[in-house]
């Protein structure tokens, strides 16, 4: 079992900056793959970006060039540092962590609101 808790959302203007935070209960290095995801009203939840635990970063072109994950193993804390926002982020982003053995288990965040508003 683990449990993550998604903290740093909030109300930003557009062309500002937030930097999203995911701590979990266990060593990173427990999970495969951590990463964000993100729901906006009305639609489905979408891929944001991932990390996996040799570092290699994988991004939505959505957000490519202005968003980076980053993970702090010493906290078992995965970051998303998100600049130059735009309203279409707005969005409540989910934190994910993947195990892929020796059984895959998926675990979420309760999740966090980004408003990117004027």
């Known amino acids: 079992q683990a449990h993550l808790v998604e903290s740093g959302g909030g109300l930003v203007q557009p062309g500002g900056s937030l930097r999203l935070s995911c701590t979990a209960s266990?060593?990173?290095?427990?999970?495969?793959?951590m990463g964000w995801y993100r729901q906006a009203p009305g639609k489905q939840r979408e891929f944001v970006a991932t990390?996996?635990?040799?570092?290699?970063?994988y991004y939505a072109d959505s957000v490519q060039g202005r968003f980076t994950i980053s993970r702090d193993n010493a906290k078992n804390t995965v970051h998303l540092q998100m600049n130059s926002l735009k309203p279409e982020d707005t969005a409540v982003y989910y934190c994910?962590?993947?195990?892929?053995?020796?059984?895959?288990?998926?675990?979420w965040g309760q999740g966090t609101q980004v408003t990117v508003s004027s």
């Open positions: 266990r060593s990173l290095f427990s999970f495969n793959v």
């Open positions: 994910n962590a993947l195990e892929l053995s020796p059984t895959r288990l998926e675990y």
């Open positions: 990390i996996t635990r040799t570092s290699t970063t």
